[in-house]
């Protein structure tokens, strides 16, 4: 083994090699090659998976809210909604959405495919997307919405978790962004395909233009969802387009971020997650947080409606929709890139909610076009501050993967009742002010302020009882265990003793 490693240093391997025999499953793990083939390993992830899922949350959204987009142009009438029906037909897709992601994330984990699993579900809520156009009454764009609600719930927390399985604590945060930003994204590209298709397609084949829009996108999405089949990665221990030596760098470094092995007990069931979850006090205090930021962040669902308070048509409402979740997208790389190069949290999160603040007392101030249309671009960021939220929850409740996927299906699952809530305080008979609705949104951040804080003050605490454990490590029988087992590892008491301290809480 000595002589094949000297062999492979005289190579000057540069990271562009393959690595495919068990001698190189040693040869990666050296110090002087690793770094290298780190930065190989999660450059070839960055251009295979973030992409792969980005284009997936964009038609995620484009599909969930192309409702809005069609209200614009005449859903409402052809199906003969009543204002209360069509805030029911937003709100449906939730009664499925929220409770099916636990489930989901719970059957992920012990998935040992989550390409087909995550692929499949694209696939089905492509085909009931484009079912929602030939919808002719309320009840069936509700059964639609319903069934749109339970293969869509398998993605973003899903996704958010197989992100974990593959980045490190201070690599997921900014990754996550990138996801994220295909939603925000999605909020502008949707409102530039739905300008185009509403606005162009208006009885072509003797269809009315919104049908037209549910075809289109639905059929975009299932051949997406089939292609998500194989460019996603599954788990770093078999996916089949990574090297054996790759997978043990994958394992390797997940395992040393976190002190141990990112992987379950093997008498672990699929329900030890979910105890272990629920126990666990941080996890509450997440759900409602998630729950009452979003139910702040709600406009999202009117976002075409608050942009035609201003004044203009409809495709120049939807055009106009874009450029306010474009320059959300930028924000959004931007604060998470920071927040994993300072390893913060608390901040990062908030501050974003309290920009979302200043934007409603704004709108609560004026009706300018000018002010309105600005506080408009204030809101939309909002959503860079619940891009961390999944990250916050990978970085408090690290380990077992069975509790942490769980977790993040409570989180996600709780929290989208803010969006069930929120679809019923955007009320028509409130427009084109909406100063009740934005009141109650303010107070829902404010609230959310407040338990963010409660997180990071439990972080905190948690943090400081692990740094009392291990000063207890320097006094005792407990440092002369220590001494010895340096000794015989050839190595000083410090360096035993920083083998033995364990990652930190980020907050």
Known sequence: MSNYVEEKKKESYDGDVDIVTTEDEEYIMQPEIRQAAERRLVRKLDFRLLPTIVLIFI????????????????????????????????????VSYCPAQIPSNMLLNYVTRPTFYIGTCVVLWGVTSALTGVTHNFAGIIACRIFIGLPEAAFYPGAMYLLSRWYT??????????????????????????????????????????????????????????????????????????????????????????GEADQDSAEASVFEGFKMAIKDPKVPVFMFMCCSQLLGLSFVNFFPTLTSTLGYSTTVTLLMSAPPWIFASICTLIGAWHADKTGERFFHQTAWWWVVMVGYIISLSTMATA?????????????????????????????????????????????????????????????????????????????????????????????????????????????????????????????????????????
């Open 371 to 507: 002010g309105r249309y600005f506080s408009l671009f204030l809101m939309t960021t909002g959503y860079c501050g619940f891009t961390l939220t999944l990250v916050w929850v990978a970085n408090a409740i690290p380990r077992p993967p069975a509790k942490r996927s769980v977790a993040m299906g409570l989180v996600n699952g709780f929290g989208n009742l803010g969006n069930v809530m929120g679809s019923y305080i955007w009320n028509s008979k409130w427009s084109p002010q909406y100063h009740q609705s934005m009141i109650i949104a303010l107070c829902a951040l404010a609230l959310a302020s407040f338990l963010s804080f409660v997180i990071r003050w439990m972080l905190v605490r948690e943090n400081k009882q692990m740094e009392r454990e291990e000063m207890d490590l320097m006094h005792g029988p407990e440092r002369q265990r220590i001494e010895e087992a340096a000794k015989l590892e050839g190595i000083t008491f410090e360096e035993a003793i920083q083998r033995r301290k364990g990652f930190r809480y980020l907050y």
């Open 169 to 258: 604590r201070k690599e997921l945060a900014f990754r996550s962004a990138i996801l994220y930003s295909g939603l925000l994204l999605s909020n502008a590209f949707g409102s530039l395909i739905a300008a185009g298709i509403l606005g162009n397609m208006q009885g072509v084949l003797g269809i009315a233009a919104w049908r037209w829009l549910f075809y289109i996108e639905g059929a975009i999405t299932i051949f997406v969802g089939f292609q998500a089949m194989w460019l996603l990665p599954d788990y770093p221990n078999n996916t089949r387009w990574l090297t054996p030596a790759e997978r043990r760098l994958a394992q390797a470094r997940l395992a040393e971020d976190a």
């Open 59 to 94: 038609m995620n959204y484009i599909d969930r809210v192309a409702i809005t987009s069609a209200r614009l142009k005449g859903l409402e009438s052809d199906l003969g909604l009543t204002d209360l029906q069509y805030y029911t037909v937003v709100a449906i897709l939730y």
